[in-house]
C-alpha cells in the first residue's frame, strides 16, 4: 500500500466539503486527473479518496500582475512551488483506521520499532500496517478526516485490491469492468451485490452504453450471478452487433459466447434468419394477454385520451381477456348497443377501436395462440438459461413497449408466486433463480407519468423482494421518476452534458455534489463513472475492452470443483505476495 513518493500535504478542509491538498514543488500539477484515485496518510487512518478539482495558487497578487517572462526559466522554477503553487481537492470515500488491526499484532509492531530512530519508526510502522492488513478487514465509511499536513500518495495495485478485491477471488462473485484512469490494475464490480438491487447504464448516444451493457451481462452470465432476460430493442446482445467505425466490423454477442447457456427468442423470425441466426425460437403474443395496465402504458404511442382508457376497463369489466378481440369484431351498430347497455361513449369506444387496429400491423400479436410462449421463456429461466428477446424489425416504441410489459409483467407474477411458495415452505430447492430484467430506453416506462402502471416501475421499487431486479439503458436518466431513480442501487455513467441528466444521476447519492465535476470531464469513449451498490466507493475506470481477448477470457467453461481449489490455492499465494 505505501508508495515511494508523496504527491503532496493537506492543508484545510472539511467532512462535507472534502480536502485541499497542496502539491510538492516536484510534483506536476499536469499529472493529477480528475477521477484520479488517491490515499491520504492520517496518524491513525487511512484515507481513500478521488480527485474532484484541480487549481493553481501564488502567494502574492504581485507574481499574478507582473508574472515571469515566457522564457525567463529560472525565475519560473525560483517561484515554483513557493510564489506559484498546485492545489487539488480530495473526497474522501472510505477509511481504514489502524485500530482495526489486531492488538497483538500493532504490540509486535511497538515491539520491534521501539529503539529506531522516530522517522524510521514511523516508516516502519507504515510498513507493518501494510504487511498486517488482510482482506477480510472491513472498510468503513468517513467519518472524519486526516489531520493537517497528513501526506497523499498515488493509489498502487495493493490499495485497488484492498477496495476493490479482485477477479479470480473465489470467495466472491467479482467481474473486472475496466481499470484506474492511470493504472494497469483491474476494477471489480461484485456481482452478488450488483444484481441485489436495480441498476442502470447511463450515457449519451455513442458514449458506448451497448458494450458496456454487454461486458455486464457477460460478466453476470460467466459468473452465474443470476438468469438474464434481455428485452433486446435493437438486436445488439443476442449473436453479433456492429462496432462503431469507419470499418464494417462486428463483435460477437452472448449467444456466441456462452452457446449452452443463452437463447434467442424472436419477434420477427424473416430479420433473424436474414441475419444469420437459425436456432432462434420464434415467439408469438396475443390479444388475450393484454390488459388494460399495457394499453395504459402505450397512451401516448396510441394517442388514446382519459375517456378512452374509461371505456377499455368497461370493455373488460364485460369480456374479460378477451376484450381487445370482441371490440375489434364489432361494428357501429353492436358498439351502439353495448353503450346503451353498459353505459359506455360510443365515441371515446370507436376511437378505441380505431386505434388499437394498429396493433394488427405487429407481425408477432394473434387473436390467440394455443401455445403459452411465456411459459416456455419461464421453464427455460428456471433451468438457468439466459434469454434474449429481438425484436428484429419491429422495434418501434410501440412495438418494444407492448411486448415488453405483457411478457415481463407475466415473469414478475410467476415469480412472485414462486417467492411466496418459497416462503411458505423453507425448502431451499423452492426458492427462485435471482433474475434479472435488462430494458433499453427505460425513461419510457420509468417516468413518472407512466412509473405507476408499469410493471417495470414495481420492480425497481420492490427491489429485491420477490429475486426480480432490473438493468435499465438510458441516455435520458432525467425522464425516470426520481423515486424510481433512488432505488437504482449501482449506476455505471458515462459521458453526460445535459444538466438535468447530471443532476438525476447523483438522486439519492450522499456528496453527490462532489462527484459533478469528475462526470462532466469523462472522454467521451470508454471511461465511466461507477457507483452505488456493488462498489465500495465511487471510481472512474477505463472500461475493459470487449475484443478477442475477452472472448477468450470470458468464454463458456464450467467451473469443476479442482478448478475451484486451484484458484483458492492462487488466492492464497497472491495474498502472500501482496502482504496479506
Not at 493504472?183 to 450515457?203: A, H, I, K, Q, Y
Not at 434481455?230 to 454477442?253: N, R
Request: proline letters at 4%.
Amino acid at each position: 500500500m505505501a508508495s515511494e513518493k508523496p504527491l503532496g500535504s493537506v492543508i484545510q478542509g472539511s467532512l462535507s466539503e472534502g480536502l485541499e491538498v497542496r502539491l510538492h514543488p516536484d510534483v506536476s500539477v499536469e499529472d493529477m486527473r480528475v477521477g484520479k484515485f488517491l490515499v491520504v496518510r492520517g496518524r491513525r487512518s487511512y484515507f481513500f479518496c478521488l480527485l474532484t478539482d484541480v487549481s493553481l495558487g501564488a502567494a502574492s497578487q504581485r507574481i499574478l500582475a507582473n508574472p515571469p517572462q515566457p522564457e525567463d526559466d529560472f525565475l519560473q522554477d525560483v517561484l515554483s512551488g513557493g510564489g506559484t503553487y498546485a492545489t487539488i481537492d480530495l473526497t474522501p470515500m472510505l477509511m481504514l483506521t489502524f485500530t482495526d488491526i489486531d492488538a497483538s499484532q500493532n504490540a509486535a509492531s511497538r515491539e520491534n520499532t521501539e529503539n529506531q530512530p522516530e522517522k524510521q519508526q514511523k516508516d516502519t510502522s507504515l510498513a507493518s500496517f501494510d504487511a498486517q492488513t488482510s482482506a477480510n478487514l472491513e472498510l468503513r465509511p468517513v467519518k472524519t478526516i486526516p489531520s493537517h499536513f497528513s501526506q497523499v500518495y498515488d493509489a498502487t495495485e495493493s490499495d485497488f485490491r484492498h477496495v476493490f478485491g479482485w477477479e479470480d477471488d473465489p470467495h466472491r462473485k467479482n467481474f473486472s469492468i475496466g481499470k484506474p484512469l492511470d493504472m494497469d490494475v483491474p476494477v471489480c464490480l461484485d456481482l452478488e451485490r450488483f444484481v441485489e438491487r436495480s441498476n442502470g447504464v447511463f450515457g449519451k448516444s455513442g458514449t458506448g452504453k451497448s458494450f458496456l451493457t454487454r461486458l455486464l451481462l457477460a460478466g453476470t452470465i460467466r459468473k452465474q450471478a443470476a438468469v438474464n432476460l434481455i428485452f433486446d430493442m435493437h438486436s445488439e446482445y443476442g449473436w453479433e452487433a456492429p462496432c462503431e467505425g469507419k470499418q464494417l466490423t462486428t463483435v460477437k454477442g452472448l449467444r456466441q459466447l456462452f452457446p449452452d447457456r443463452v437463447k434467442i427468442y424472436t419477434l420477427d423470425p424473416v430479420s433473424t434468419r436474414r441475419r444469420g441466426i437459425r436456432d432462434a425460437q420464434e415467439l408469438r403474443l396475443s390479444y388475450d394477454q393484454i390488459e388494460i395496465e399495457d394499453i395504459s402504458l402505450l397512451r401516448n404511442e396510441l394517442n388514446l385520451s382519459e375517456a378512452s382508457l374509461e371505456n377499455a376497463q368497461i370493455l373488460y369489466n364485460e369480456f374479460s381477456w378477451a376484450w381487445i378481440v370482441e371490440l375489434l369484431g364489432m361494428d357501429n351498430e353492436e358498439i351502439e348497443a353495448f353503450c346503451e347497455n353498459r353505459r359506455g361513449n360510443k365515441a371515446s369506444i370507436m376511437a378505441l377501436q380505431r386505434k388499437l387496429m394498429r396493433l394488427d400491423q405487429l407481425k408477432y400479436m394473434r387473436n390467440a395462440s394455443a401455445h403459452n410462449y411465456v411459459n416456455q421463456i419461464l421453464e427455460d429461466l428456471e433451468s438457468g438459461k439466459h434469454v434474449v428477446i429481438e425484436f428484429g424489425s419491429q422495434s418501434d416504441m410501440l412495438s418494444y413497449m407492448l411486448a415488453t410489459n405483457v411478457i415481463a409483467r407475466r415473469i414478475h407474477k410467476a415469480y412472485v408466486e414462486k417467492t411466496e411458495r418459497f416462503l411458505q415452505s423453507k425448502d431451499p430447492s423452492d426458492r427462485p433463480r435471482q433474475l434479472m430484467i435488462t430494458i433499453e430506453e427505460a425513461h419510457r416506462f420509468l417516468d413518472p407519468s407512466t412509473v405507476r402502471q408499469t410493471i417495470f416501475g414495481i420492480i425497481a421499487r420492490e427491489m429485491r423482494k420477490y429475486f426480480v431486479t432490473l438493468l435499465v439503458v438510458d441516455q435520458r436518466p432525467s425522464g425516470i421518476d426520481s423515486e424510481v431513480m433512488s432505488q437504482v442501487g449501482t449506476r455505471i455513467t458515462a459521458l453526460l452534458n445535459d444538466e438535468k441528466d447530471i443532476d438525476a444521476i447523483f438522486t439519492g447519492v450522499s456528496g453527490g455534489q462532489n462527484l459533478r465535476s469528475v462526470l462532466a470531464k469523462l472522454d467521451s469513449k470508454q471511461q465511466a463513472l461507477i457507483l452505488g451498490h456493488a462498489v465500495p466507493m465511487p471510481v472512474v475506470v477505463q472500461t475493459r475492452a470487449y475484443d478477442s481477448q475477452f472472448y477468450e477470457e470470458i468464454g463458456d467453461t464450467q467451473w469443476e470443483q479442482e478448478d475451484t481449489e486451484t484458484l483458492l490455492q492462487a488466492a492464497d499465494a497472491a495474498r502472500a505476495d501482496l502482504g496479506f
